[in-house]
């Protein structure tokens, strides 16, 4: 028991030491990685962001769409969802393409692994964790490409200027893009070594692994390779080319495509998910034009700079104000090569044109105009630039103090220019007004460049007169990290004026409780399947955070006709979303919405739009914390789909009457022709203060009369028909914000009372059908529409007002569920149901979006799937009783998984050629030769097997003997490697050599000696 103790602690002691031991020695790359994130998280706590205070990391898409799927990734992840399926977007649609557009990165497994309850904290470790990372790539890539070994605080100071580069902490809100501030440095020491020793394998694997991380800056980071492979060849001294150039080309080709395939299971898919709708979401056009001016380009190198993200931005490369004097003494420095400054130079400007000539940028961008975050690879700018300083600082005796002199007076004078131009995001000073409403003036960049740029020079000098000084060389280090520190906050605090970082409060306790809300209507409604929907929504991604099957969502790999097709019944729509505002009766109805979830208590997010109907009853309720949750059941629900009395396929929806459309799918769905939205004709108009004109395209401008005066609207009053609610949609191409009031028209006429705000219309989650309220037949109500928006003005081509015929509608629904389509089984990417068919040829109408993947059987015979409102799955099926069973699994899924394996195998292939020189590669077929032969001689056609040098603990001592054998190995092992020989060895065969090393072996070892079994102990 004693000895086992004794084991255990020598081993743990042997551990701890090797552990000890490692961290040692490779210190300087823990130092790298902290110190990044050591300021940033200064940064984020002067901030208060949480733990710190009550803010958040979450702004923009982070808030809004990314922080949704990492709550479905770690669902997926620990099995509690599908990787390819998800009911909870835009009533469902593939996933896998949102886990490789936003979640492929493997510092996913931080949100993982890490309590759901801190999820915005998690998303802040993660974060953290790729600011440290890209600082030891970058820190690895500066020691590999450096002639000689570099200064220590080099290695710190320019990993540091990398990992916070201005792209950096803006693009801290698209977290998923960052991977390629990780993998840009050993993809280009990978190109260096391909280029020199011909190697794939430190080529390939990074730029797999880039690919796989983030496709879309893996596309603008292999562009750039191709740019970068050409620079390390055109930089070879005394050479125009460099050795095997034209191999060296072939092995780049070969080496990309193995990449491209290693990383097909997820390319592939994503590209089937972008074509659903992404490639056709901008018109973008390809005419000649320019995007910037080079001076206001130049202020974006300064630090505390930072001006937008919305399109008009500039491009982020700010690196860090050393960057700015070593980059010209860069190209002054005698001890640095034409050829490098002029390849440098030349591929630094390659990169400036990209972002300069729109045409270019767009090509960048994968033949698309950003919606917003513009120029999103000027990362790889600022990664020349940090290189170019790099080089310079390293060989400062090739620079004199008049350079350095030099180069600063010019900045200055740059600053002085700049303070005169008066540019919005390059200031002296900048006013902030005070909670008390006081006024201070703060420092911002020019100033900072300033003192910056001085403190620089002064210790670049001493750099350069005592080289050795570790004063000096703390002092860097410490100039940098303050200014660094300066620029992450003041990005962090004009980000915040830009776009606005959300409270940490606003997204928990929120998504807890809702999400302990969505489990309990789980466990109480035992059904296979239902849709549910909430009066409240934090985002659209709500449903897809917490779990419940809705209509809402967001991405950018959306399935387009689907959500045209919401759109064109009045859902609220955006291009790339959908949003549970706009609903009626029948759309709830007809997309199975069984539930509708109300909040009462804590009303955070709950709007105004969208109200319980009285038609639907409560059925229970659920308390959690201070947050009150209610389930009213929808009586109409008609299930996953319905069978069609009419021909449901030629129903064609309007672009411009989301009322019409529904009456036309539940007359094709019921086989009648009822109405049950009806139209309400305008019996009066009045306008105050507007002006209208008359469009080609069917539209009526309104605009102000006077433009001085604050009123401008227009009135329809409208006659209800029946006891009803009133809906309200005015079709448009052009979205102008507009206020909607309403007010019975005989308290309007005595002025009683003011007008009631309805809500807001056309712009965003607002265009979509505004229901104005539940009102008595004859009742005459006056409906007022002010334009306010900074255009002053507004379109459009009709005015709709409809009511709705309740009672007909019910009947109609308690009939067509008795056709509904029964969900007995079911699964993200599996379900099973029966529905009855009175005829042969009779059509299931799903609300299942059509696209590829579904394979569905009909009473076990595999059927082809048809499309109706040219989004839907649509079944054809027999008379009588129907069994369905439907099964996701995407074909282009298992093709690009076979496409990963070759991928893999050819890169395993690769790495055993390349690894150690083929050496184990080389025995392994001397080993297999030496099996097939038998041990017999070798035919002129036998590979040679390695000959090993026997050991000094080897049985003999013969120092004749084993001089001669070591001749006659020497002999083989140059004729193997073509090295150099002599003229005696270049006379001898293949055939001829293994005879002689055969014949001198069998001399000193005996005859009777079994050279396979020799090589095997040795080995």
């Known amino acids: ?326 980059v010209p003494l860069f190209f002054m420095n005698e ?130 007169k005592y080289p050795r000084s570790k004063a000096v060389c703390v002092s860097l280090v410490a100039v940098l990290c303050v200014e660094l520190f300066v620029n992450s906050a003041d990005t962090i605090d004009k980000i915040d004026s830009d776009v606005a970082y959300s409270r940490y409060s606003s997204y928990e306790p929120y998504m807890s409780q809702l999400r302990d809300a969505v489990d309990m209507i789980d466990e109480y409604d035992d059904e296979p399947f239902y849709r549910m929907e909430a009066t409240f929504h934090r985002t659209v991604n709500d449903a897809m955070g917490t779990g419940y099957y809705s209509l809402s969502h967001s991405s950018s790999t959306m399935n387009a006709p689907a959500l045209l097709m919401l759109h064109r019944l009045g859902y609220a729509y955006g291009g790339h979303y959908t949003k549970y505002d706009g609903t009626t009766f029948m759309t709830d109805a007809l997309f199975d919405v069984k539930y509708l979830m109300d909040k009462e208590g804590n009303t955070s997010y709950v709007g105004t739009r969208v109200k ?148 807001q219309f056309f712009v965003g989650d607002n265009y979509s059908i505004l229901n104005l309220g539940k009102y008595s037949e004859g009742q005459e109500l006056r409906i007022r529409i002010t334009i306010a928006n900074d255009e002053n003005e507004a379109f459009w081509s009709d005015k709709l007002f409809y009511t709705f015929d309740y009672d007909a509608f019910a009947e109609t629904c308690s009939v067509l569920q008795e056709r509904s389509f029964e969900v007995t089984e079911f699964s993200d990417t599996k379900l099973k149901g029966t529905v009855t068919a009175d005829n042969d040829g009779d059509l299931l109408f799903t609300t299942i979006p059509y696209e590829e993947g579904w394979t569905i059987s009909v009473n076990g015979k595999a059927v082809t799937p048809e499309k109706s409102l040219d989004s839907l799955i649509t079944i054809p099926l027999e008379a009588g009783k129907n069994e369905i069973s439907m099964k996701f699994s995407p074909n282009y899924w298992r093709f690009s998984l076979v496409i990963t394996v070759f991928g893999l195998l050819a890169l395993i292939m690769i790495c055993t050629f390349e690894y150690k020189k083929g050496k184990y590669m080389k025995k392994l077929v001397a080993k297999i030769s030496g099996k097939s032969s038998s041990a017999e001689i070798k035919t002129e056609e036998s590979i040679i097997p390695p000959i090993e040098v026997p050991t000094e603990t080897e049985p003999y001592k013969d120092e004749e003997s084993s001089s001669s054998l070591e001749d006659i190995l020497e002999k083989a092992m140059r004729e193997e490697n073509q090295a150099e020989v002599s003229v005696e060895k270049k006379r001898l065969s293949k055939r001829d050599l293994q005879t002689e090393t055969d014949r001198a072996l069998r001399e000193i070892l005996g005859d009777d000696f079994d050279f396979d079994k020799k090589s095997k102990d040795e080995t």
Request: charged letters at 15%; one cysteine or more; glycine letters at 6%.
């Open 1 to 326: 028991m004693d000895n086992a103790k004794t084991a255990k602690s020598n081993y743990a002691g042997k551990l701890w030491r090797k552990i000890r031991g490692f961290c040692y020695d490779k210190r300087l790359y823990f130092l790298v990685f902290f110190l990044p994130v050591a300021i940033m998280f200064a940064a984020y706590a002067f901030f208060k962001i949480h733990p710190i205070g009550d803010g958040s990391v979450l702004v923009l898409d982070l808030n809004g769409q990314y922080v949704y799927y990492y709550e479905r990734f770690r669902d997926a992840f620990w099995g509690r969802a599908s990787w390819l399926y998800s009911w909870s977007r835009n009533l469902s649609g593939e996933m896998f393409g949102i886990y490789a557009y936003y979640l492929a990165s493997p510092f996913m497994l931080i949100i993982a692994f890490l309590p759901r309850s801190i999820m915005a904290t998690s998303i802040l470790i993660m974060q953290l964790a790729k600011i440290g990372t890209a600082a030891v790539t970058f820190c690895f890539f500066l020691k590999k490409i450096s002639p000689k070994p570099p200064k220590t605080v080099s290695l710190v100071i320019f990993p540091t200027m990398y990992a916070l580069m201005a792209y950096m902490v803006v693009q801290l809100m698209d977290p998923m893009w960052l991977d390629g501030l990780i993998y840009l440095p050993l993809i280009c020491w990978g190109v260096q070594r391909l280029v020199d020793e011909g190697k794939l394998a430190p080529y390939i694997i990074p730029l797999a692994l880039m690919f796989i991380a983030h496709f879309y800056i893996g596309y603008m980071v292999g562009i750039f390779t191709f740019f970068y492979f050409c620079y390390v060849c055109l930089n070879k001294e005394g050479r125009i080319l460099p050795k095997k150039f034209f191999s060296r080309c072939v092995n780049f080709g070969v080496g990309t495509l193995v990449a491209l395939m290693c990383a097909a299971f997820v390319l592939i898919p994503v590209y089937n998910s972008l074509k659903l709708g992404k490639f056709e979401f901008t018109d973008p056009d390809f005419s000649l034009a320019t995007q910037f001016d080079f001076l206001t380009f130049i202020t974006k190198l300064f630090p505390m700079t930072y001006d937008t993200v919305y399109p008009e931005g500039m491009p982020m490369v700010y690196c860090g104000a050393a960057a700015l004097i070593l």
């Open 612 to 759: 319980v109907p009285e038609e639907y009853s409560l059925t229970t309720e659920y308390t959690v914390g201070d947050a009150t949750f209610k389930y009213y059941n929808n009586p109409n629900a008609l299930g996953l789909g319905v069978v069609s009395e009419g021909d449901i396929r030629s129903v064609q929806l309007s672009e411009t009457n989301p009322f019409e459309n529904q009456n036309m799918i539940f007359n094709a769905l019921a086989g009648d022709t009822t109405r049950y939205f009806t139209q309400l004709e305008v019996i009066n108009s009045d306008m105050e203060n507007v002006n209208t004109s008359q469009l080609t395209d069917g539209h009526t401008k309104f605009y102000p009369a006077d433009s001085s005066i604050a009123e401008c609207h227009v009135d329809y009053v409208v006659r209800m028909d029946k006891n009803s609610y009133l809906y309200m949609y005015l079709p448009t191409k052009y979205e102008r914000s507009c206020n909607i009031w309403i007010q019975d028209e005989d308290e309007y006429v005595d002025g009683a009372n003011a007008m009631t705000y309805a809500g």
């Open 335 to 464: 001890k640095i090569t034409v050829k490098e400054k002029t390849s440098k130079g030349l591929l630094a400007v390659i990169l400036v044109l990209l972002m300069y000539i729109k045409p270019w940028d767009m090509a960048m961008h994968g033949f698309q105009v950003p919606n917003w975050l513009p120029f999103r690879y000027s990362f790889i700018f600022s990664f020349m630039l940090v290189l170019m300083a790099f080089r310079a600082f390293e060989n400062l005796d090739g620079i004199t103090s008049k350079n350095i002199g030099g180069v600063v007076f010019g900045l200055m004078v740059f600053l002085f220019w700049c303070e005169r131009e008066n540019y919005g995001h390059f200031q002296l000073f900048e006013t902030k007004t005070n909670d008390d409403g006081t006024y201070t003036n703060v420092i911002q960049g020019i100033w900072v460049s300033m003192i910056a740029i001085c403190l620089y020079f002064a210790l670049i000098h001493l750099s350069k």
